[in-house]
């Protein structure tokens, strides 16, 4: 029982916007909520905060961040803060044994977000947080899962890639473009790495000669299973070939991308990075999406606040402005369609067996209206920096953007004509998944 993920990033020398450009696909359980909202700067007077399941000490200011995460955890896929420090975690799977209690990668990026001003001071806090603490803790509302993780660290000027196995670590900085997934891949080059993470392996016997990160400490059954080598080779490659033209549309389409067009969500596997469920090898599917520019001044961010981002639109997001109100909060079960995330989740389901039939048309009409929004949001951001403008009329953008795509997304909900699935395992996979949720059939 895996879940995956897709993280990535372009420096701003290689995008077309000159700016560093990240970007996630957070995968999980299909029935797993993810909720974006964004947490002002704040001054703080208690002495500790309480992660998922354990408390660390806490700092007196946390600056103002924009995250999506899980409805059930403290901590975070994916998020960018204030001063446009990015991050986003994946799971991986070692030879180090996995702890029952600890900070979970979620918990970790989400206290970098709130203490760092740059990605090199955000990579400090990971790395000192996990040496003091340990990762650890089940990580999915529905079932056990303990995993390690990896991460990708960037602000405006630089990136990093940390990855971990336990309380060892090893961390590259980026040069121009990198990505990860849920496998390990830094071998025997590194930047910065954590004390005797060499000298642990041999004595465990990881390995005898030659020292390789990747090598050394991955758990290779599981990384297998969850083809992160094979996604992370596609986007590395992907990204290696648009050096100097990567912008938001490349990278939105990346982040849409599956391993076999067309496409047809029975016949998917753990190699498409836009991720839908279907079975026991492949019970996750990606939850929500984020694209962050991030400039100097105002970064902007793109998120979708809600599953399959090959059927959802990214709408534009100021750290600067926040969030307008979104409605209630998803949680673990189907809420009437009164949170944005579950009413998109119905469309979602909905076309599960007659996906070939409605996606193309669909996804043309999400990217007109992302066209729209992106050269509205560029204007705004451009105009905020001038002064023109206000964080309340950055929000209200925001507020149009989810609206509007909310609209379309109703518009197709009564339009879509649902057909029988002909793989009886498929069809039985999502039939339990929708009664475990409360869902409509």
């Not at 909720?35 to 998922?52: A, D, G, M, N, W």
């Not at 400090?124 to 993780?149: D, F, V």
């Not at 079975?279 to 961010?301: D, H, K, N, W």
């Amino acid at each position: 029982m895996l879940i995956v993920c897709d993280t990535l990033v372009a420096l701003r020398g290689w995008t077309r916007e000159g700016a560093t450009i990240f970007a996630k696909n957070s995968d999980r359980d299909p029935n797993e909520a993810q909720v974006l909202e964004f947490h002002p700067r704040s001054k703080r007077s208690e002495e500790r905060v309480e992660c998922t399941y354990i408390s660390v000490e806490q700092v007196d200011e946390t600056y103002a961040v924009l995250i999506s995460r899980p409805y059930w955890m403290w901590g975070a896929e994916m998020g960018v803060n204030e001063h446009g420090v990015a991050i986003g975690n994946e799971a991986v799977w070692t030879r180090e044994p996995y702890a029952e209690k600890g900070l979970t990668g979620m918990d970790l990026l989400r206290l970098a977000l709130e203490r760092s001003r740059t990605a090199s001071e955000a990579l400090k806090w990971i790395t000192s947080l996990l040496e003091q603490y340990g990762q650890g803790g089940n990580c999915s509302a529905t079932r056990k899962m303990l995993y390690h993780n990896s991460f990708i660290v960037a602000d405006p000027r630089e990136a990093w890639v940390l990855e971990t196995a336990g309380r060892y670590w090893v961390a590259e900085r980026v040069k121009d473009v990198r990505s990860i997934s849920n496998a390990l891949t830094i071998e025997d080059r590194w930047d910065l790495a954590s004390s005797g993470v060499v000298e642990h392996a041999r004595e465990r016997g990881y390995c005898k000669d030659r020292f390789s990160f990747r090598d050394c400490y991955s758990d290779r059954f599981y990384t297998r299973l969850a083809k992160g080598w094979e996604r992370q080779a596609h986007t590395q490659k992907a990204l290696e070939e648009a050096k100097g033209s990567i912008d938001f549309r490349f990278v939105a389409s990346l982040l849409r991308s599956h391993a076999r067009e067309p496409y047809h969500p029975p016949e998917g596997s753990n190699a498409d990075v836009c991720m839908h469920a279907g079975g026991f090898t492949r019970p996750s599917q990606t939850a929500a999406s984020m694209i962050a520019i991030l400039y100097e001044r105002v970064p902007v961010v793109f998120a979708t606040g809600t599953s399959t981002p090959c059927i959802s639109a990214f709408k534009p997001v100021f750290p600067e402005a926040g969030l307008p109100d979104l409605g209630p909060r998803p949680g673990r079960v189907w809420d009437g369609g009164r949170s944005y995330w579950w009413r998109h989740e119905l469309l979602s389901r909905k076309l599960s067996c007659s996906y070939s039939r409605y996606a193309s048309t669909i996804r043309k009409e999400i990217i007109e209206l992302e066209e729209r929004f992106y050269a509205k949001a560029m204007e705004a951001r451009e105009a905020y920096v001038r002064g023109e403008t206000s964080p309340e009329e950055l929000r209200e953008l925001t507020r149009e953007a989810f609206d509007e795509a909310a609209r379309l997304e109703e518009k197709w909900l009564t339009a879509v004509k649902p057909s029988r699935c002909l793989n009886p395992l498929y069809t039985l996979f999502w039939r339990r998944v929708n009664r475990a949720a409360g869902v409509p059939a």
